[in-house]
């Protein structure tokens, strides 16, 4: 019996936690998501009771894919998770402030071992393990959602930094005293441009600054997203195109700067924005080239995921635990 | 007699390839120059009368050290060195045009393995073996010259990325639409401000924009250069002061842009321009600090390169060699 045990496939868990709802499921060594579910983030103000629906949630998953013996341990994926200290750190977008023992309360409650790092980190390690960037050794992931999110992957592994919080690519200044950030006080961040929020205000300057037509002019400032503004723009709405453009203009310098700095084979794109397609890669392409010195152009791939995005967070979560001796 | 000369310490050689001068020198492991010189660079307009040069002015060395049988290896740094090919790769401030197989051409020549690698890399290997970055695992190397070079070691290891060109920080965008590189169309890099070149351009620029008395209105427009505004500066010129606080508020901003990036445990400042000491020093931390997200700020240590000039570049050069198998 202990020898049939042994012969059967490891299999590993991936909890993705965001700050509206926490994805979860079992996860196979080629990136098979077994059995999944998801509960709220948001409605548990108490880490305690988060954790305990958690585990009720987990443990019929863990029953139907063989019992707790098949699983080598649990990957989570958080924001403002800290892969060396195995802590949440004052995550504005949590429910649950200050430092967090995150790893420690898991491995408590399912006693097993719990490896943590932050979201854009562990979605890059998924893209490494069954995405785009499979068998690359130097890349850098960028998560265009509500947020700006990145992993950066140099000499075959995550770069933490000396602190666990290094790759928040999302706050580079790119544009100096510019819109401000309403999270972190600052001007001009990658994010407050190139992500869903930013493509917002985009269209709510522009539609202001032009007098151009435009069938964006036909929404409700509260309505305004990035999303209307993509199918304004499939309509051939010049305005919306501009606006696309103008993002891709900042997200290309943007990732100019950060191949000048690490050289990647590829830089990946997940997320919301990755949606419009060429309307804002197209521009990203052009104006990373256009900054780029001589010796990095025409080298560099932009890849966009073809990770299913409800399979994403969970795989890049799971892909922590195969590191684990 | 075998028995002796296998219990004799090694030897490594350093050799740094500058646009003007090439210094050489044999180096032990924990960084003394035994023996050093240098020969002219750029008369020499045939890559073979230079490598000739070379031997000629080393072998002599060599045999001072004890004779060939106890050198390792020769490392090398040099402008566009990669350290992948062991080629220079379209250098623009060196004689040789093109693709120069290096690394193949001085091994021929020594009969002794060679590693090369870009002059920044390497200042940041010497850092890490022999200065300010002994024991780091991430820091960044900044040199401060003519232009602005960079070397990146995150996880113990230097940089390379997939091509070997990693780490031209120095050629970032920091103002977008800003001062034209003339060496490489750009506009707005780091290197266009944060250099020897970039402080004689801000002030023949402030001065012409400013009415304020000035020591430097007393400088010929073709002898402005950062020293003279190092010297009003230190006289209390408040426009010299003004503009070394310009300087320090853009490199502060990039610096911020890297630690968002690699979150290194220091940055390593090392060239000319250092010698202004709190003059940019100040500005350039505070300006950093101001730039950073909260879960950055007041921890990156930014350190002034304590190796005697005239070495370091040989040090450099000299510590890739410790590496090969």
Redesign the interface.
């Known amino acids: 019996m202990g020898k049939s045990k042994a012969s059967l496939e490891q299999l590993v868990i991936g909890i993705d936690i965001g700050g509206t709802g926490t994805k979860f499921g079992i996860v196979d060594r080629v990136g098979n998501v077994l059995f999944s579910s998801e509960i709220s983030t948001k409605k548990h103000t108490e880490i305690e009771t988060f954790i305990d629906e958690l585990h009720d949630s987990l443990i019929p998953l863990i029953e139907k894919a063989g019992g707790i013996g098949r699983i080598k341990g649990i990957g989570v994926g958080a924001p403002?998770g800290n892969y060396y200290t195995g802590t949440i750190?004052?995550a504005p977008n949590l429910p649950w402030k200050g430092i967090i023992p995150l790893s420690k309360i898991i491995q408590d409650k399912f006693k097993l071992p719990v490896v943590l790092t932050n979201d854009a980190n562990a979605a890059a390690l998924g893209e490494m393990m069954y995405g785009a960037a499979q068998g690359?050794?130097?890349f850098i992931m960028i998560t265009l959602g509500t947020g700006v999110g990145s992993g950066?992957v140099?000499?075959g592994?995550l770069?933490?930094?000396?602190?666990?919080?290094?790759?928040?690519?999302g706050?580079?200044?790119?544009?100096?005293d510019g819109r401000l950030h309403p999270g972190?006080g600052?001007k001009g961040s990658l994010e407050s441009y190139a992500s869903a929020t930013g493509v917002t205000l985009t269209a709510l300057e522009t539609l202001e600054k032009s007098k151009t037509p435009s069938l964006l002019r036909k929404v409700a400032k509260k309505d305004m997203d990035s999303k209307a503004v993509y199918i304004a723009a499939m309509e051939g709405d010049e305005l919306a195109k501009q606006i696309f453009e103008y993002t891709g203009k900042i997200l290309g310098?943007a990732l100019?700067?950060?191949v000048?700095?690490?050289?990647?084979?590829a830089i990946v794109l997940f997320g919301g924005l990755t949606k419009a397609g060429d309307l804002i890669l197209k521009p990203t392409r052009e104006h990373m080239e256009a900054?780029l010195?001589?010796?990095?152009q025409n080298?560099v791939k932009i890849l966009v995921s073809h990770l299913r995005e409800s399979d994403a967070a969970i795989l890049g979560a799971s892909a922590l635990v195969w590191d684990i001796q």
Chains 1, 2 share one sequence.
């Open positions: 403002n750190e004052y690359m050794n130097d950066i140099a000499n592994k770069i933490y930094g000396h602190d666990g919080f290094a790759g928040e690519l706050h580079t200044i790119i544009i100096p972190t600052k310098m100019a700067n950060f000048m700095f690490s050289s990647p084979e900054n010195i001589q010796v990095f080298k």
